[in-house]
């Protein structure tokens, strides 16, 4: 895999979100990984991009979701950035505990930590960067959860 | 795509034959509003039939929450058939399989109905 960066500055909506999955797909299929790593990091991508457009900027159309690729040799590298008040992250649920399992919502970021090998989140009171990385032949291959 | 739906009843049990996505926005709406105009006419006995859904966000995965809950609480019953590979891996790993009343048989899902 080549070392590539590429870089998006996208708007506050729902074809944001739907955007980011697809070009997310589509680098990662570029990228050698194969079809269900694909469609996990598409999924991550995804689930990454409705928190930001909805929870970070809340369709604010004044505020951009950053959205940037980065291909190493040994990973591909996701950054998604809003404008938003920055994620509380002390009110994160944990989705599978037993009060939570009927929650119609909260499960975004399990999802994501799911299907990617590392997660780093970064709120501020400027926004919320998120950052998913997932190994080329990495050690969750099929992904953590998923694998069990 | 976007989540299609068509309706079909057999032995008194709504059967939802869903194809397409169940995502944020439309596909997500979609689903609520059929399972609001089923229970709106006395429709309790609900399956989702979800074998040509080929993908399903968070979002995707409340809605079917919601659904459950919503029919449960009106007394009736919703029940998943035919789910693929991918839906019912993410309903593994968020602890919702055995939440659910989870079929691969139409004919037995629709003799599970009460």
Do not use: W
Not at chain 1, 19 to 31: G, K
Not at chain 2, 41 to 60: E, F, M, P, R, W
Not at chain 2, 83 to 99: E, M, P, S
């Amino acid at each position: 895999m080549a070392g590539d960066r590429f870089s998006y500055k996208l708007d506050s909506t729902l074809d944001t979100v739907d955007s980011a999955e697809q070009t997310a797909s589509r680098i990662a299929s570029e990228s050698g990984f194969g079809d269900d790593e694909v469609m996990q990091i598409a999924m991550a991508v995804r689930e990454a991009a409705v928190n930001a457009v909805l929870h970070g900027n809340a369709y604010d159309p004044e505020k951009k979701v950053d959205l940037e690729f980065e291909r190493t040799p040994k990973a591909l590298v996701i950054t998604i950035r809003d404008q938003g008040k920055g994620m509380d992250m002390a009110k994160i649920p944990d989705p599978l505990a037993p009060e939570n399992l009927l929650k119609t919502s909260g499960r975004g970021i399990f999802l994501i930590r799911s299907f990617m090998d590392s997660v780093e989140i970064h709120p501020s009171q400027s926004g919320t960067e998120i950052k998913l990385i997932k190994h080329v032949h990495g050690p969750s291959e099929g992904g953590k959860e998923a694998s069990q | 795509m976007n989540l299609k739906t068509s309706l079909r009843q057999v032995d008194g049990v709504n059967i939802v034959d869903c194809s397409g996505r169940i995502t944020l926005g439309e596909g997500s709406i979609v689903l609520r509003d059929i399972v609001k105009d089923l229970l709106g006419k006395g429709n309790k006995k609900i399956l989702l039939n979800l074998g040509d859904v080929n993908y399903i966000d968070s979002s995707g995965i409340g809605e079917l929450v919601s659904a459950f809950t919503t029919v449960k609480n009106q007394g009736g019953e919703l029940k998943l058939l035919n789910l693929t590979k991918k839906v019912h891996d993410l309903l593994q790993i968020t602890k919702l399989y055995t939440v659910f009343d989870v079929r691969d048989d139409e004919a037995s899902a629709i003799k599970a109905f009460r």
